[in-house]
């Protein structure tokens, strides 16, 4: 059962949960992704829930004492390390997907480099490098609007050096007088990076790409020992986040219609549908009303418009998401 918002009331969570979301990029309005759960697990309105009396326990938990012959602390390790694995790729998987979200939402136009040079601070100080790189990266979010979004790399020896993406008109570009020898494109410096050598050059092409080429270093991170000094990436300025729209859809409708897994233990499953199989397996709202989504799909590389969710969201965690565009 859920408290409502005043708690003066219980519902249940199939009433006051959802199953079925969408995710939606405000900068272009299009769908990124169709997601389905096989129980209403989405509580957008954050409802309460009540989890009822605990149960009791009969005597105290077995200790440690169980696990102490050399056998047993042997499994107990290994289990500890494959868990501790396994949430490392989860971590890494949740980071990956939330820099190719942060990406896709914002218009960044120039992908640069910054290097650090042994003269000016110790390319191994981890700590000393993210405090001088966040001085910088603040003052220019403060003074010129810098919006950007950076993942850390290692160099073969171990120094650290970061690709980024960001709005060219905030950065103090200077043409370096060379080219790229795959497009022609010109190669810029940051003229006041300081710390190191640089290189920059303005985006073209698909930006999709752009969105797949920033997320990959995330992979490369997790395929190491995991992250960078703790964090896979770096974010910063007035950024868009995804929008979330909630929905109740016909879970068994969407068997064999899409991707589909289930995390271990959770007795759940998941299914990553297209957003035109998601809009045929809504389900209706008590009382025969609408659920708010129209019947024709207009598509454009990948393009849903819905007149009226139930329920409209940012994203959680940082910046603020911002209302898909009305349909055009």
């Given amino acids: 059962m859920l408290y409502g918002a005043d708690k003066l009331f219980l519902i249940s969570r199939e009433d006051g949960c959802y199953n079925g979301r969408l995710k939606i990029n405000p900068r272009t309005g299009d769908i990124m992704e169709a997601l389905a759960a096989s129980k209403p697990i989405f509580n957008p309105e954050g409802l309460e829930l009540s989890r009822g009396r605990a149960k009791a326990t009969k005597g105290p938990l077995p200790g440690r004492e169980i696990w102490e012959t050399e056998e047993a602390s042997a499994a107990t390790g290994d289990r500890w390390e494959a868990e501790a694995k396994a949430s490392r790729l989860r971590g890494a998987r949740r980071a990956k997907r939330r820099v190719y979200d942060l990406a896709a939402c914002n218009d960044f136009d120039v992908f640069f480099t910054l290097t650090l040079d042994k003269a ?7 700590k000393a490098i993210v405090r001088k790189l966040t001085y910088w990266l603040d003052n220019r979010v403060r003074r010129r609007g810098l919006r950007y979004l950076m993942v850390p790399e290692l160099h073969k020896d171990g120094a650290i050096h970061f690709h980024g993406l960001a709005n060219s008109e905030a950065m103090r570009l200077e043409d ?5 020898k795959k497009n022609g494109k010109p190669i810029y410096h940051v003229a006041d990076w ?4 640089t290189t920059a050059e303005k985006l073209s092409g698909p930006y999709a790409a752009v969105c797949h080429y920033i997320s990959k ?3 490369k991170q997790a395929e190491g020992e995991g992250t960078i000094g703790g964090r896979y990436f770096f974010h910063g300025g007035d950024l868009q986040e995804p929008v979330y729209r909630y929905y109740r859809v016909a879970f068994e409708a969407l068997e064999g ?3 589909e897994f289930s995390p271990e233990d959770s007795g759940l499953i998941f299914r990553y549908v297209s957003a035109e199989t998601f809009a045929e397996c809504l389900q209706e709202k008590k009382g025969g009303e609408s659920n708010g989504i129209e019947n024709s799909f207009r598509f454009g590389g990948y393009r ?3 007149s009226r969710p139930e329920t409209e969201l940012p ?3 940082w910046g603020r998401g911002r209302a898909a565009p009305a349909p055009g």
Avoid: C, N
């Fill in 257 to 259: 219609k899409g991707k």
């Fill in 217 to 219: 270093y995330v992979t």
């Fill in 120 to 126: 000016e601070i110790d390319r191994y100080d981890y």
């Fill in 176 to 180: 370096s007088g060379h080219k790229d």
């Fill in 315 to 317: 994203a959680a965690g």
């Fill in 194 to 197: 300081t710390l190191g050598f």
């Fill in 304 to 306: 849903s418009h819905f």
